[in-house]
């Protein structure tokens, strides 16, 4: 009986949660390092449910690193480096970059086997020697893991935020369709300069640490998907103006056949109405009242009944007549043999 009544007040606060958040018209950003636990506890099931809530780094790690009192571990080109961090923590990490590698282009990328939450982050470095966080990219589940990457190519890329429209699309399956590519923005930095660059991987699950794996690649060898790359992205960008497009249009069709399925309904039960009150009124052609013709109709059954029950009474005596000859024929006479005549 706890057990529903917590079903029931949990989905209860997760409507009235979804309204608000409406309401104001902004989703529900929360640094989880600064909840309890029974507070991180709603948070996580609210997320369960289906209540888009967006974290965000800890205020403490933010201060930690511009201050510049980080750890921070050297990141080499092509060797991926394989870790875990706590919950509302992160690792952070340098790379060197040349002018040729800076040319060629850059890409850092993460990702989780076991689907854990992450961010990646990227620092500015402050003339303090502080670092102050430049760009950030939540992970998402790609097939069987979670990932999260940027890509510093020199020319134009996009980041896709999944949590755009994200209370609308919660309440509205065609609406999600349709804003589906509303997160789909550029990049702010295109391309990196030659020198060092900062990194950081945070811990963004609710209770337990996080596995990951990161690496950093020069995409001199990469030509081929570096083209590939800018040609999808752009049909994507041609994609998400024919939605728009496309939305009004299926609107509108919509609209009509939602009106045609209403008019098909009304129409059905008129028609049935029409032939109830035909039927009725064919009914009424006759002289016989309604009355008698209610009691005609139960005299009806009443000679008809007694005519079942005299046929079976007949079909009774004629059996009984037929036993009894049978039995008069199957007497046998007893002759006395000595008063036979001569």
Known sequence: MKSWSIIV?????????????????????????????????????FSKLGVPIKTTVSATVLEEALNGVVTIQPLLLGQPVSRKVEKQCAHFYSVEITEEEARDGFVCRVQSSDK??????????????????ALQEDSAKTGKVTSAGMYFLGFPVYRLDQTVNSVAAAKDPDTAFFKKLDGFQPCEITELKPGTHFFAVYGD?????????????????FIEEKENLRAVEAEILSKRVELSKFETEYREVLAQFTEMTTRYTKEMQEIDELLKQRN??????????????????????GVYREAKDGEVRDRKHSTRDRTKKKR????????????QPC
């Open 9 to 45: 007040i949990c989905n209860f606060l997760t409507v009235s949660l979804i309204q608000a958040v409406e309401a104001e018209n902004q989703e529900l950003e929360l640094d989880l390092s600064s909840l309890g636990a029974v507070n991180t506890m709603f948070a996580a099931l």
């Open 280 to 301: 009725e009124i064919h009914a009424s052609y006759t002289m016989i009242p309604p009355s008698k013709r209610s009691s005609s109709r139960n005299r009806s059954k």
């Open 116 to 133: 854990s939450k992450f961010k990646l982050l990227y620092f500015d470095q402050e003339e303090n020697g502080g670092l102050s966080l």
């Open 328 to 339: 008069w024929y199957n007497i046998h006479l007893k002759i006395d043999k000595r008063k």
């Open 205 to 221: 699950n609710f209770f337990k640490s996080v596995s990951y794996t990161i690496e950093a690649i020069c995409t001199a060898p």
